[in-house]
C-alpha cells in the first residue's frame, strides 16, 4: 500500500512538472500578449526607429532581420551541407573525418558569445569588414554550420543503403549516385535542419552584439556592408530602457520575433512529418 | 571523369575543413588577446583579486566576482531544471500516455525554441517582480529571478537527453523490474534511473555547460554589477553579461578594456570545455553498456 501511495505521489508530481512547462509557456505569452499587442499595429512595423516610444517602430530592425537571415542561409547551407554530404559519404573511416567529427561536437558545444568574440576580431578587425552585415552573417553561419552538418548527415543516414546500391549497380559514379539519387531522397531532412538552424540564428542577440550590431540605425540596409540591427537588438535595447512605454515596445516587437520564430519551427515540424509519411522504401 | 570525381571531393572536404578553421581560430584568437591582456595585467591579480572593475578610474582586474556570478545563476539553473526536467523524463517515459507524450514534446521544443533575448524579457518583467512580493528584500537586479528562469530554458534540454537515456535502457530490464512485482516508481528510481545514470549525468553537465555560455538573459536581469557574492538576491554579473557590457560600450578597440573580454572569454571557453569533454567522455565510456 506504501509504494502505490508513492506510486501515485511521484505520479501526480511529475504531471505538475509537465504541466508546469506548459503553464510557464502559457504565461509567458499571454503576458507578452497583453503587454505588446495593443502597441502592435502596421505602422510599428513599417516606422522607422525614433527616439519617442510611441513614434518608434521596427522597420530598420525587421529589414536587418532579414538581411541577416538571407546572408546566413547564402553562407552556411553550402558550407554546411557539403561538409555533412563529405563526412557522411566519403571520409567514413579516414583520420581527417574522425578529427572533423570530434571538432564539431566540440564546436556545437562552444557558447554563442564566443562566436562573437571569434568575428569580432576575425571578420570585424582583421579581415576589415568592420560593424557591417557581412561580419554578422559569417559569424552566425559559423554559429549555425555544426547544426546543419548534423542534419545532413542524419537526413543522408535516414536514405538506405539499397537506393546507392543499386545506383552504383547501373554503373553511376559516386557523385551522380550523390547528387542524382542521396541527396534528393535526403531533402526533406537537410531543408528541415536548416530552417532549425536558421530559426535560430533569427533569435540570436549576443554573438551580433559584440560584433557591433547596433541599437539604432536611421535607416534600413543596402547593401552587405551597411551597419544593421536586428529585432532581437532592437528588443535588448528597449527593455534595458527605464521607461515603461519603451517595455510596451519591447513585448509587441517580441511578439513579430515570436511570431518568426514559430513559423519558422512550424514550417520545419510540417516538412519533417510530411516527408516522413512520404517517404516509405 | 574520375578527374570530376576528384575535385568534388576535395571541395566537400574543404567545406568541411572550415570547421576545423573555426576551432583553430577561436583558440588563436583568445589565446593571442589574453597573452596580451597579461603583458598589461598580472596573472596573480587576475586569479586572486576580488574585484572586477575594468570600466572605473580605479581599475582591478579580478575574475572571481565575474566567475561566481556565472556559477551562482547557473546552479540556481540547475537546480529549478534538474528536478523538473528528470521528473518529466521518468513521466514520459514510464507513465504517460503515448498521447501525452505527442502533446509534451513539441511544447518543450517551442520552449527550447525561445530566443533568450525573450526569456530575458520575462525574468525582469515578469518573474522579477513576483519574487519582490514573496521575498521583500530581492533587489531588481538580481541572480535569482535570471537564474530561476534560465533553469525555465533549460528543462528541455535535460528532459529530453534524460528521456533518451531512459528508453534506452534494455527492455528485459524493465519487464524483469516489473516481473517482482514492482511499482512504476520503484522501477524508475531503483531499476531505470541507475541504468541511464551516464545519460543522465551528461545531460546533466551538457546543462551546466549551457548555463555558463547563457548569455542574454542574465545581461537583462542580473545587473551588471560584478560582486563576489553567492547571495542571489543582489545585483551581479556573469564573465558572458560582462562581454555584452563592453561590447555595448563605446570602449576603444585595443585599449586594455577591450582586451580584458577576450581573457574573460578564455575562462569561459575553458569551463565549457572542460564540461564538453567530461560529458562526451562519460558518453563515449558508458553509452554502450547495454549493447
Known sequence: MNNRLKNNLFKYWAIACTLFGIIMLGVFIINILIDGLGRLDWNFITDLPSRKAENAGIFTAVMGTLWILGLTAIISIPVGVAAGIYLEEYGKKSRFANMLEINITNLAGIPSIIYGILGLEVFVRTAGLGSSLISGALTLSLLILPVIIVATREAIKAVPK???????????????????????????????????????????????????????????????????????????????????????????AIIVLLLI??????????????WQKKVKW | MRRKEKIIEFLLALAGAITVLTTIGILWVLLYETVLFFGEVSIVEFFTDTQWTPLFADKHFGILPLISGTVLTSFIAIFVALPIGLSIAVYLNEYAHPKMRRTVKPVMEILAAIPTVVYGFFALTVVTPYLQTIIPGLAGFNALSPGIVMGIMIIPLISSLSEDALYAVPKSLREASYGLGATQFQTSFKVLIPAASSGI?????????????????????????????????????????YIVQVSMGDVPQGSLEFKSIFAAGMMLFVFTFILNTISARVKKKFYHKYE
Open chain 1, 162 to 252: 539499397t537506393i546507392s546500391e543499386a545506383s552504383y549497380a547501373l554503373g553511376a559514379s559516386k557523385w551522380q549516385t550523390i547528387s542524382e539519387q542521396i541527396l534528393p531522397a535526403a531533402g526533406g531532412g537537410i531543408v528541415t535542419g536548416v530552417i532549425l538552424a536558421l530559426s535560430r540564428a533569427a533569435g540570436e542577440t549576443a554573438p551580433l552584439i559584440v560584433v557591433g550590431a547596433l541599437t539604432y540605425v536611421p535607416f534600413a540596409p543596402q547593401t552587405p556592408m551597411d551597419q544593421y540591427s536586428v529585432l532581437p537588438m532592437q528588443i535588448f535595447n528597449w527593455i534595458s530602457r527605464p521607461e515603461k512605454e519603451f517595455g510596451v515596445n519591447a513585448a509587441a
Open chain 1, 261 to 274: 520564430t514559430f513559423i519558422m519551427n512550424g514550417i520545419a515540424i510540417y516538412l519533417r512529418n510530411r
Open chain 2, 201 to 241: 549525468i551528461v545531460s546533466v553537465i551538457l546543462a551546466i555547460s549551457r548555463a555558463f555560455g547563457e548569455t542574454m538573459i542574465v545581461a537583462i536581469a542580473a545587473g551588471l554589477e560584478p560582486r563576489l557574492t553567492l547571495d542571489p538576491t543582489v545585483p551581479i554579473a556573469t564573465i558572458t553579461a
